[in-house]
């Protein structure tokens, strides 16, 4: 993270935590995030559930238990259950939480490559659209996630299967559609402002991170 904030230091606080729990209450733990991560944008949130959660994870061990036991054992109905309880946000909450590193990470693959070539220009529709292509990925990831959930509920594992294969689909279409468009149109942007730009992109949302997880630590706080 750019910047510390609200988000990081919880983020920050929970894994210390998380550490002292069993290994089968860690595994379990994470298993339990990741059905959250499909059921709500916001990871702040999400943060001061699994805070919740490792508080009880340490009291079921002082009484002998696991959290598995605590919780029921069933997995994705616990996650339904909490669901409606949950502010959804939008996908800004998730943009500004992804965004910040992986815009890092295009602005260097860019600036190496610069260098590697001496120079050097990239498509500048391809650059352009970068960040706005990888916002419909995590908006079609998050779609047939929870739509997978809900079919693994349902019908079982073979229909969640099935979404997922569907979901592969999309994501192959989603890569190739704009691959096509950049070919027709000419215009370049050298490496280095290609860098520059996914730069802005990593700093603004970081800022934006800051900015949005602290108003809702204001709202909701967790210490």
């Not at 919880?10 to 995030?33: F, H, I, P, V, W």
């Not at 000419?186 to 992109?201: K, N, Q, R, V």
Request: proline letters at 5%.
């Amino acid at each position: 993270m750019l910047f510390k904030n609200q988000y990081t230091m919880l983020k920050k606080a929970n894994d210390l935590s998380a550490g002292t729990l069993t290994a089968d209450d860690r595994l379990y733990l994470e298993n339990l995030c990741r059905g959250l991560n499909i059921l709500t944008w916001n990871c702040y949130e999400i943060e001061r559930i699994r805070k919740d959660l490792i508080e009880i994870a340490a009291r079921c061990e002082l009484e002998g238990r696991t959290l598995q036991q605590e919780v029921g054992g069933d997995t994705e109905r616990f996650l339904l259950e909490l669901a409606p309880d949950l502010p959804r946000g939008t996908p800004l909450d998730d943009v500004c939480t992804w965004y910040p590193f992986w815009m890092l990470v295009e602005a260097v693959l860019y600036l190496l490559l610069g260098l590697a070539a001496g120079g050097g220009e990239a498509n500048l529709f391809h650059v352009l659209t970068g960040p706005l292509r990888f916002m419909v990925w995590l908006l079609i990831w998050a779609w047939f996630q929870r739509a997978a959930l809900k079919l693994r509920i349902r019908y079982g594992p073979p229909a969640q299967m099935a979404c997922y294969a569907l979901m592969l689909l999309v994501f192959v279409g989603t890569c190739l559609f704009p691959v096509k468009i950049s070919q027709q149109l000419p215009g370049t942007i050298p490496f280095a402002g290609a860098a520059l730009y996914h730069f802005a992109w990593a700093v603004g949302c970081q800022i934006w991170q800051t900015v949005h997880y602290n108003r809702c630590a204001a709202r909701r706080p967790w210490q």
